[in-house]
């Protein structure tokens, strides 16, 4: 049976407020997505609950309402654990994606000397923290935006100590083959760290069957606040990890000169965590539970289909990636050949049409600057946008055309 990719987004839209914000009395189309999502009155609700109620502190004594809300802290962890298919004692509670490579990149105490692999569509989350830390090598993408898998097997023959894997572009929505690039590195011996920040949100990763170092995405992407980041790491790389932030909440024992750490995760999560962010982290894997990840990645390709058939239909719009056989969701980067700065028509797009949609460099600068010759306009779906809000986009920017390109 086709999947109805409309009655999937029109039964989810209902629950996003944010859905019926009104500028200048016109509807908003929300499309970007890879940025950051819209977020559903549960999700909200379960922050409040939080915020409005007895909001005691966590791990910091043995009073009921201290209890209680740690228990509801340590219930998000064990929800993101089941997500993967990992221990609870796995899963660190940071800020965001970017906290988390860094914290990776820093507490492997890497030498100068040692190498990662990293892939040039990488985010620079994914990217600045291992050329702050060690040599890295890039892997390029070829010309039609895919892997240059060549390139990879033979770097790997250079003795990488990490692997830095990007799942999902969000340049491009294309997805890595994520098997076949960690098993090739495990072979080779290297650490492995995914940065799931695209694709977490879309898909289940399970780490029952892949074997990965460090896997991190952001919660603020899939329907969870901002500031509320989440870190895997493999109980004995965890234990290796060197923390990076120290103080309250990490030390079992403390005496004048020395201290204990606590076991991990905790040794990680220093200071007052972001309490209501689990809160709302929990209510948001409980939203995308309900609605099954198998009918969000039907919903997310079939969209991300549609954006790569109405991009090619208009020959004045370039695709990075064009490659149609690639497994893709829904994030595409369009440019113009000849008007190099998006500023203007993200701007006329926003203004006279409500639609909010992305230009500039993605935090991807070297990938998109050699692939694009300039910035891009990147539109990205989630689960409530609809067929219709894809074309409204493609038609402001055939409006726009004669009189801004
Ligand atoms: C692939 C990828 N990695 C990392 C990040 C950084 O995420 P955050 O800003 O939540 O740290 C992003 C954000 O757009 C991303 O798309």
């Known amino acids: 049976m086709q999947f109805e990719m409309d009655a999937f987004a029109e039964r989810v839209r209902p629950d996003f407020p944010g859905i019926k914000t009104e500028v200048d009395g016109k509807g908003v189309v929300y499309l970007d997505n890879a940025a950051t999502t819209l977020k559903p009155k549960a999700m909200v609700d379960a922050m409040n609950a939080y915020y409005l109620g007895i909001s005691s502190n966590v791990h910091r004594g043995k009073s009921y309402s201290l209890e209680l809300v740690s228990n509801t802290y340590e219930q998000a962890r064990y929800k993101v654990a089941s997500l993967l298919n990992c221990a609870g004692n796995e899963v660190v509670f940071l800020r965001n994606t970017t906290e988390a490579i860094n914290l990776v990149a820093q507490g492997l105490c890497l030498k100068k000397e040692d190498r990662v692999l990293v892939f040039d569509d990488s985010h620079h989350s994914n990217f600045l923290p291992w050329v702050r830390n060690a040599t890295t090598e890039l892997i390029t993408t070829k010309a039609d935006g895919n892997l240059d898998l060549d390139q990879y097997f033979a770097a790997l023959k250079k003795a990488p100590k990490v692997v830095a894997i990007t799942h999902c572009s969000n340049v491009t929505g294309v997805y890595a083959p994520l098997d076949l690039l960690v098993n090739a590195a495990k072979e080779a011996g290297a650490i492995v760290l995914v940065d799931a920040a695209q694709s977490i949100p879309?898909?289940?990763?399970?780490?029952?069957?892949?074997?990965?170092?460090?896997?991190?995405f952001s919660a603020h992407k899939m329907l969870g606040p901002t500031g509320m980041g989440i870190l895997y790491g493999k109980k004995e790389q965890l234990e290796k990890l060197?923390?990076?932030?120290?103080?309250?909440?990490?030390?079992?024992?403390?005496?004048?000169?020395?201290?204990?750490?606590?076991?991990?995760?905790?040794?990680?999560?220093?200071?007052?965590?972001?309490?209501?962010?689990?809160?709302?982290?929990?209510?948001?894997?409980?939203?995308?539970?309900?609605?099954?990840?198998?009918?969000?990645?039907?919903?997310?390709?079939?969209?991300?289909?549609?954006?790569?058939?109405?991009?090619?239909?208009?020959?004045?719009?370039?695709?990075?990636?064009?490659?149609?056989?690639?497994?893709?969701?829904?994030?595409?980067?369009?440019?113009?050949?000849?008007?190099?700065?998006?500023?203007?028509?993200?701007?006329?797009?926003?203004?006279?049409?409500?639609?909010?949609?992305?230009?500039?460099?993605?935090?991807?600068?070297?990938?998109?600057?050699?692939?694009?010759?300039?910035?891009?306009?990147?539109?990205s779906a989630y689960i409530y946008n609809t067929e219709a809000e894809i074309r409204q986009f493609f038609n402001a920017l055939d409006e726009i055309r004669d009189f801004m390109f």
């Open 242 to 379: 060197e923390p990076v932030n120290l103080g309250g909440g990490v030390v079992d024992w403390v005496e004048a000169n020395a201290y204990r750490m606590r076991k991990i995760p905790h040794r990680f999560e220093a200071g007052t965590p972001h309490i209501a962010g689990a809160y709302g982290l929990s209510a948001a894997l409980d939203y995308l539970n309900r609605l099954d990840y198998e009918n969000i990645q039907q919903h997310d390709r079939a969209l991300g289909k549609l954006m790569l058939s109405l991009a090619q239909e208009r020959e004045y719009v370039k695709v990075i990636n064009t490659d149609s056989t690639a497994d893709r969701g829904a994030v595409i980067s369009l440019f113009i050949p000849g008007a190099p700065s998006l500023d203007d028509a993200a701007r006329v797009i926003s203004d006279s049409y409500g639609i909010v949609c992305r230009n500039g460099f993605l935090c991807a600068q070297p990938y998109v600057s050699q692939h694009a010759q300039g910035q891009v306009l990147r539109i």
């Open 202 to 216: 879309h898909r289940r990763v399970n780490l029952g069957q892949l074997d990965i170092d460090f896997l991190t």
